[in-house]
Every structure is written in C-alpha cells, then in structure tokens.
C-alpha cells in the first residue's frame, strides 16, 4: 500500500489546478491519477472537427499562467490540450502524475481517519481525497431501440472515431448542443448528405471570433498588464450577461440578436422556423457560432425536426414514423452530468457512495464539499456552474479553499473534517430559492443544468464574484472537526465495489 497525503482524482484542469496550488504552498506530499495514458481530461478526450472552447482563450486559462500566443479569440481544441500540458511541466505538477491509473474505488475508514483508494495498479492511503474526474466526462448515448443491430458506423463526439472517413457518405448528427453546433460546419462540406436530428432548436448567437494579430499577441508577451486588463474586461463584461439570466424578460429582451442572426443566415421561412428555438434565451448554454446556420442551408444538409424513435439496420426512425437512411450516426447528446462515474465509487462514512445519497440530485456546499464524506473535496461540483463563463477561476477558487483547509487542519492537528449536515441543508435551500425565477428554471427548457429528478444542480446562482469570495477560506465552523489523536491504525483494504475513470 503506497502512503500519499493527498490523493487527486482525474488529469484535467481539476487535477492541474489543485496540483499547482499545493506545489504553491509548499504541499509536496501528493498524486495525481489519470487513467488514460496522457494528461487533459475533456480537452484530450473531445477531438472531434471543429472543437473548440466556447470562452474566449484569454479568460479560459489559469490566471496565473497567461498565454499570449492564442491564435485566436476562441482557441481550438489542441491549443487548449497543448496549453495544459505545457502549464505541466512548467509547474513541476509532472512528477506528481500517475498515468494509466484508474481508480476503482475510495473508501473512508472512520477507525483510521483515512482514504483508502484502490486503483488497476495499486491500492492508495491518503489524508485526503478530491474528486476531479469532472463533470464532463462520461458520454452519453441515447438508448435507442435497435441501436445495436445498425448495420453502419456510430460514435460519440467524445470519442471520435478518426479511422471512419466521413467523405461521401450519409451521416446522421444527433443532438443540437456545443458539439453538434461546432461540428456540422466542419462535415457539411464532405459528407454525401446530412440529416440534424433536433428536438430542440437552439439559440446561437454571433460568435466575435478571429485570428489575433501578431501585434496584439506581442503587446500581450511584453506588457503583461495589457492582457491582465483584457481578461478582467472579458470577465466583467460576462458578469453582467449573468445578472441579466436572473431575470428571464431582461433575456426575453435581448432575444433579438439570436433571431435576427438566424434571419441573415437563413432565408427559408421553413428552415428558419425549424430553427427557431421556443424557450427564452439563456435557459441552456449560449451557443455561438457564424458557420453553424450557414450549413443548414445548403442542399445537402436535412434538419429533422424531431427525435429519433428508433435505429433499424440502415437508418434512423424519427418521431414521426419516417424512415431516414444513414451510414454514420454521431451523437453530439452531451454527458452523464447529475450521475458522473466517480460517484458510484466514493464510499462515505456510512458505506454509501457519493450517487446512493444524491439518488440523482447532487448536492454539496459551495461545490466542493459533501456531508458523511469527510475530507473530500469535489472539483467543479453541483451548483457551482455557470452558463456564460470560465470554469479555470472556479477552479482555482476551489484549489484555494482546499488548501486553506489542509493548512488549517496541519496548524491545528486535524485528523479529518465532515461538513455539518444543516450547512449543506441551509446552503442549497438557499441555491434552489434563488435559481426558482431564473432564466435556467423558468425558461421553458430542459436543459442537462436539470437532472433526473427535474432539480437544477448545476448551476451557481449568484456571480462568481459571490462564489469567489465565499471560496476563498474555509471555515472550520462549517464542520464537525475530529482530532488527529483520535485516529486509529489503518483497517483491512476496503470491498470490491464500482469502477470509475479517473
């Protein structure tokens, strides 16, 4: 059994982060387990054409660790990859990366005061536990009735399949989100003919997207100021599009340029009321894009605007009874967001693991930590999302709070933490009053921000301005504090129980 303070969970900017700022308060005693073969969580995972970050490049990246040589406003998606791996190394987080290392499962021994997380390789006791896996982690896929007997190609988007030549053939894209919008523009072009199943038209709006000049990448390398003040002019300005959210007329109001650019791109009246969305602006994730409505209208590309029903040997089924004949489907359906897989395996203090207590609502304290799961930390939790800006500052505000409470817990000789059950119970009541009236609840969508029992536990109601400041210490009187005296020698390892990606 290996001996690690701190064992943290998953490769991706979570991961990083939390490496970074441990390494910054001089915590050296750590690992980080990635079960794949290579550092970068959803950002190695998502290859597909035309992925990219849908925040601007200067806010989506550490604030410590700028970048001036984005290519573009939203960079793509190995520039981002590139990006984190390069920000590896320079930290010194590398040599405390184990790759190809899943965990099996994390079990908390009240006897011991410890974690004990088993993994394909080896078996890990730890002070402390944080769950970075994300909630962007595990695809999707719809089970259609017949799926298996298709006769053709069929992937997610997260797990693109770079063997299948697209070229000439007939694809079926399933779904209308982020990916689906990114990628059609890139396929049109090639494919013999492309069918957009879509239950849902979405909103997309412009995107202020371009190459940046080599004079402004310049200013940006020699006057660090100069790209300080344009990530704080992008972050405030975003700030602004959030209080707007809170108030579905104020969206309502600002509709226009959603249906005004879907009226210079798409002259059909038909096609264009297909693609006119019935729920108010903001309800689900801006979508942007100039090339998205662009490939709809030309003559090779369907929009079916209805779900499919079933999957026969050689097509699709929609709806409406018809059949459609295809040779590729690709799901663009999203994530198993309110049921991620580190949730079946984190096992809490009272032998249940972190999904049988949420039973399909997730919920913790400001995202980051759960009641009966003592010294555990999630990274990007429930509640804490937003629909218009960077994760990276919520995850270095959360980096914060955690290592806030391990130097506390060291001054003090804290053997563990569990949150007060009536914090959590009082912070959520409260989150769920404030998100009743918002644009997320009352928009007359259903959006992956609501889960299976129909409760938003995504998203952070208030700014991030809030989240920050409420993140940025811990308070001790927050939870039930167990002396490090108390703690026995190490029990048995744990049962053999679920599987989860690291």
Known sequence: ??????????????????????????????????????????????TYPGCACDVPSHLYSFSYAPNPDW???????????????????????????????????????????????????????????????????????PKLPGLENFGGT???????????????????????????????????????ELLLFQRTAAWVLPKPDHAIPALEKALFRYVPAAQRAYRSTIYHALELV???QRRPKAMERLQFLGT????????????????????VLGCKRFLLSNTYYPALTQPNAHVIAQGVREVTPTGLVSADGTHHEVDTIVFGTGFEVSDPPISRCVVGRDGRTLGEVWGGSPEAFLGTTVSGFPNLFLML????????????????????YLASGLEQMARQDIASLDLRAEVQARFNDDVQEALRDTVWNAGGCASWYLDVNGRNSAIYPWTTIDLFRRLRRLELSHYEVTARARAAKSPAQPATRARVGA
Do not use: C
Not at 7 to 35: A, M, N, W, Y
Not at 161 to 189: F, M, Y
Not at 260 to 279: N, S, W
């Open 154 to 192: 069929y992937f997610h988007t997260a797990q693109w399949n770079h063997e299948h030549d697209l070229k000439g053939r007939r694809v079926a894209v399933v779904g209308t989100g982020s990916s689906s919008i990114q990628l059609v523009p890139e396929i049109q072009p090639i494919v013999k």
């Open 381 to 400: 939790g429930p509640n804490v999302g937003n629909g218009h800006s960077s994760a990276l500052g919520i995850i270095e505000a959360q980096a914060s």
């Open 242 to 244: 959030q209080l707007a």
């Open 71 to 141: 290519s573009r406003v939203f960079s793509p998606q190995p520039e981002i990859q590139a990006y984190l791996l390069r920000v590896a190394q320079e930290f010194g987080v590398m040599s405390h990366v184990q790759l190809d290392t899943e965990v099996e499962e994390a079990r908390w021994s009240d006897d011991a005061q410890k974690w004990f997380v088993r993994t394909n390789r080896e078996t890990f006791e730890a002070e402390i536990l944080v769950a970075g896996a994300g909630p962007l982690h595990l695809p999707k896929i």
């Open 260 to 279: 005004g650019h879907l009226a210079r791109a798409v002259k059909d009246p038909e096609l264009r009321a297909k693609l006119t969305p019935d729920f």
């Open 1 to 46: 059994m290996t001996r690690k303070k701190i064992v943290i969970v998953g490769g991706g900017f979570s991961g990083l982060g939390v490496g970074i700022e441990l390494l910054k308060r001089g915590i050296t005693d750590f690992v980080i387990l990635e079960k794949a073969s290579q550092l970068g969580g959803t950002w190695r995972e998502n």
